[in-house]
């Protein structure tokens, strides 16, 4: 009798534990194969693009004697074929080489700079959250079952204006209005608290109107759901019924989307930190460009690029742990 019962939960421990070492294995062979195609891109991305780093970097008027031999130096004569297998040995053993303009380390100045953006995204994301969120909840339910036709419209209205407006745009609007116009708010630099304002602001908005709506579709969802409905006929508190049985089956559904409105939102860094003069990755990698410094504008697209895939692994591993429906539902 005892192996009885014991036999189909061993059977299903097994079948969840090859789930998941598929899902694994899966999940490991997606990030390996964007890792490489990532690389490869931020090489090549650079080198088709016509003209003389080493030229642009030293100077018209540099003798043409120490341009070549610092390009020689820096392996810039060598095939390009020779070149990508040099990089991709600088990768793997992580040294991502020195920039032709500043001659310091790369891994140096990208260290120098990503603090500043990581601290850019990081509140940005935070105040989307926060934004949306409760926003969400209360629309959804003062618009539930079709009450509250006028908040319903001015909401969709306005989500959808915000959420329209490129993040630079919106950035220049914010410097005019509160930095030039009424002078509140500093508009370049990151020398105080009050500098991260209107660059996070920036950030964050759009991001926070597409996430409020998202939130607010799930939690309609939800909010006739039968395990809401039981809670109703059991006459719990209004907000406990919100917070505590509606609003993490809702989350849930909206994990995926909020990874995704990160990953845009470290991308949307690059032209935000211009705007505001920003000491971060996004200001370097529109100099390094310019300049057409190769090691440093491989290695910040790489950083970029690994930031992104990062987050949405860890979305997708975070929403499998809270979900294990959806590592069955990609077979």
Do not use: C
Not at 225 to 236: F, G, I
Not at 243 to 255: D, E, R, V
């Amino acid at each position: 009798m005892t192996s009885a019962v014991a036999l189909p939960a061993e059977e299903m421990r097994t079948t969840g534990d090859r789930r998941w070492q598929r899902f694994a294995i899966r999940r490991t062979g997606r990030l390996l194969v964007s890792l490489w195609v990532l690389v490869t891109a931020s090489f090549l991305m650079i080198h088709l693009v016509p003209g003389d780093p080493i030229r642009a970097a030293m100077g018209p008027t540099t003798p043409l004697a120490v341009v070549n031999a610092r390009r020689e130096a820096l392996g810039l004569n060598d095939p390009i074929w020779q070149q990508y297998l040099h990089y991709l040995q600088g990768v793997f053993t992580g040294d991502l080489g020195v920039s032709i303009g500043s001659q310091l380390p790369v891994a140096q100045v990208i260290g120098q700079r990503l603090a500043a953006t990581a601290a850019l995204a990081g509140l940005a994301f935070l105040l989307a959250v926060v934004i949306a969120v409760p926003i969400g909840v209360a629309v959804a339910v003062a618009t539930r079952r079709s009450r509250g036709r006028r908040l319903e419209l001015g909401f969709t209205a306005g989500s959808v204006f915000l959420s329209t407006i490129p993040d630079f745009l919106l950035g220049v609007a914010l410097v005019f209005v509160f930095g030039v116009t009424l002078g509140w708010l500093p508009v370049a630099g990151r020398d105080s608290a009050a500098s991260y304002i209107l660059p996070v602001i920036a950030l964050a908005l759009g991001p926070a109107a597409v996430l409020a709506r998202i939130v607010r579709v799930e939690m309609l969802g939800v909010l006739d759901a039968d395990y809401v409905r039981t809670a109703r006929a059991k006459r719990l508190k209004s907000w406990r019924i919100h917070l505590s049985h509606a609003l993490p089956n809702a989350l849930t559904a909206t994990l995926t989307l909020a990874g995704l409105l990160l990953s845009s939102l470290v991308v949307g860094t690059v032209l935000v930190e211009n705007v505001f003069a920003w000491p971060g990755l996004g200001s370097t990698i529109v100099q390094s460009i310019q300049t057409k410094d190769y090691p440093l504008v491989q290695a910040t697209v790489l950083v970029y690029g690994v930031g992104v895939l990062l987050v949405n692994t860890i979305v997708d591993v975070v929403l499998a742990l809270l979900d294990p429906r959806s590592t069955v539902a990609e077979h």
